[in-house]
């Protein structure tokens, strides 16, 4: 596709249930971003990869929260045992390089999904 | 902790007038970068500063990097109801190899025509 594609856009889950978040970053993006945004804020870092690594998962709140990136492309934000406070709106975003440090590197987000938990 | 402070964190001013946002923090980064986001909408990338002292200029708009990359300012001239937005600083930590992109708590502009 164009852009980033997050699904699904809404998301309403019990508390308790597992949730799992898709993120389909632009054909041939190398960086991937996983970020949560409360409205009006700015967007809080969660983890990110470069191809299939995960390279930083230290913005993740706990160990139910866990992402994979298998072969390089799209990504699964995973959310288990949901409880009220997670919910928000996640976004992802790609990047063509791997060093968004880079000059011209910008990252490309997604509408992102609204996490409901309820 | 916030490593990327902006201020002001709202901003309400009447069409025709400029304003500045700043952006700051006590970590050097090897970039910073601003965007403007629209409700309901992803975060869009106005400009990237690499340089420090680096000054960027996008019509109305005017970008800074400040001369230890710790902060940055982004400055509107003669702002429009066009230009109402969540305005968010971003910064690349550590060396460019490391790709992790850091955003501040955002500026909430409205413009009044």
């Known amino acids: 596709g164009a852009g980033v594609s997050q699904s699904p856009r809404y998301k309403v889950t019990k508390r308790g249930q597992d949730v799992a978040l898709r993120c389909d970053p632009i054909?041939?993006?190398?960086?991937l971003y996983w970020y949560r945004q409360a409205l009006g804020q700015g967007p809080e870092f969660l983890t990110y990869?470069?191809?299939?690594?995960?390279?930083?998962k230290s913005g993740l709140p706990n160990d139910r929260f866990s992402a994979e990136r298998p072969e390089g492309s799209i990504s699964t934000l995973t959310i288990q045992r949901t409880e009220q406070r997670d919910s928000a709106m996640y976004r992802c975003?790609?990047?063509?390089?791997?060093?968004?440090?880079?000059?011209?590197?910008?990252?490309?987000f997604g509408q992102g999904t609204r996490l409901t938990v309820v | 902790t916030q490593l990327l402070e902006q201020s002001p964190q709202f901003l309400s001013i009447q069409e025709g007038e400029n304003l500045t946002v700043y952006c700051n923090s006590s970590?050097?980064?090897?970039?910073l970068q601003w965007y403007r986001q629209e409700p309901g909408e992803g975060p869009v990338l106005l400009v990237t500063?690499?340089?420090?002292?680096e000054v960027k200029k996008l019509k109305r708009l005017t970008f800074q990097f400040g001369d230890a990359r710790k902060d940055s300012s982004l400055h509107i001239t003669a702002a429009q109801p066009g230009d109402t937005g969540l305005y968010l600083c971003?910064?690349?930590?550590?060396?460019?190899?490391?790709?992790?992109?850091?955003f501040g708590q955002g500026t909430t502009l409205q413009v009044k025509p």
């Open positions: 975003a790609s990047s063509p390089l791997d060093s968004i440090g880079s000059m011209n590197t910008e990252a490309f």
């Open positions: 054909s041939g993006h190398v960086s």
């Open positions: 990869f470069n191809y299939e690594a995960q390279q930083d």
């Open positions: 970590s050097v980064f090897s970039s």
């Open positions: 500063v690499v340089t420090g002292g």
């Open positions: 971003a910064g690349a930590q550590g060396s460019s190899n490391t790709g992790k992109l850091i």
